[in-house]
């Protein structure tokens, strides 16, 4: 199915509320938060897109947080973006655990790392970072401890600081094969 037609048919099954764009052959619907279960739910038993791929969120500071989830259709051999925003006061969007098992632990893991809720989950447990972690570490006002300590752009490697550098000789740079070291040539 092309883009083209793929947005066709979002429109039937979706109606003319949702924001529908392409890029690339990519087709992205913006759902409202209220019927984002609705809408999944919707593509998933209308149009096919029975795999669930990915869900993650991005964070768009003053704006909000996305949350983006990506299905994709075995049999039709298309895929699909579903977005909806949530603000920053109000950082929850309602469970997929529902429509698609597997959406549980990438909802547990958004929920960590962005701080977003995610109302009608079964258990929102944490899951990667560990006991008494504070703070949520994809969020881009989240400070990076080790920017602090050493600044931007650090070292490249273990002890390759820009102090480490000063206080050391330089490496003697080596040459491409072929060519002769400066003071050689005849």
Same mark, same amino acid.
């Given at each position: 199915? @092309?883009?083209?037609?793929?947005?066709?048919? &979002? !429109?039937?099954?979706?109606?003319?509320?949702? =924001?529908?764009? *392409? *890029?690339?052959?990519?087709?992205?619907?913006?759902?409202?938060?209220?019927? +984002?279960?609705?809408?999944? @739910?919707? #593509? !998933?038993?209308?149009?096919?897109?029975?795999?669930?791929? &990915?869900?993650?969120?991005?964070?768009?500071?003053?704006? $909000?947080?996305? #949350?983006?989830?990506?299905?994709?259709?075995?049999?039709?051999?298309?895929? &699909?973006? &579903?977005?909806?925003?949530? /603000? =920053?006061?109000?950082?929850?969007?309602? *469970?997929?655990?529902?429509?698609?098992?597997?959406? $549980?632990?990438?909802?547990?893991? #958004?929920?960590?790392?962005?701080?977003?809720?995610?109302?009608?989950?079964? $258990?929102? *447990?944490?899951?990667?970072?560990?006991?008494?972690?504070?703070?949520? %570490?994809? =969020?881009?006002?989240?400070?990076?401890?080790?920017?602090?300590?050493? /600044? +931007?752009?650090?070292?490249?490697?273990? $002890?390759?600081?820009?102090?480490?550098?000063?206080?050391?000789?330089? !490496?003697?740079?080596?040459?491409?094969?072929? #060519? /002769?070291?400066?003071?050689?040539? %005849?």
């Amino acid at each position: 199915m @092309t883009s083209d037609e793929l947005t066709l048919r &979002l !429109r039937e099954v979706l109606g003319d509320e949702m =924001r529908v764009a *392409s *890029s690339y052959e990519v087709v992205t619907v913006d759902v409202p938060r209220p019927g +984002w279960v609705a809408a999944v @739910t919707a #593509v !998933r038993d209308l149009l096919g897109l029975t795999l669930f791929d &990915l869900l993650t969120a991005v964070d768009e500071l003053d704006a $909000g947080f996305d #949350v983006v989830l990506r299905l994709w259709s075995p049999g039709g051999r298309f895929g &699909l973006l &579903l977005r909806t925003r949530c /603000p =920053r006061d109000d950082a929850r969007v309602p *469970s997929l655990a529902g429509v698609f098992g597997g959406a $549980g632990w990438h909802e547990r893991q #958004v929920g960590e790392m962005f701080g977003i809720a995610f109302d009608g989950h079964p $258990g929102m *447990s944490p899951l990667l970072l560990p006991d008494g972690f504070e703070g949520h %570490p994809l =969020r881009k006002e989240f400070v990076l401890a080790a920017r602090v300590a050493k /600044p +931007w752009p650090g070292a490249k490697e273990p $002890g390759e600081s820009d102090l480490d550098l000063a206080a050391a000789p330089p !490496r003697r740079k080596n040459l491409p094969p072929g #060519v /002769p070291r400066p003071g050689t040539w %005849p």
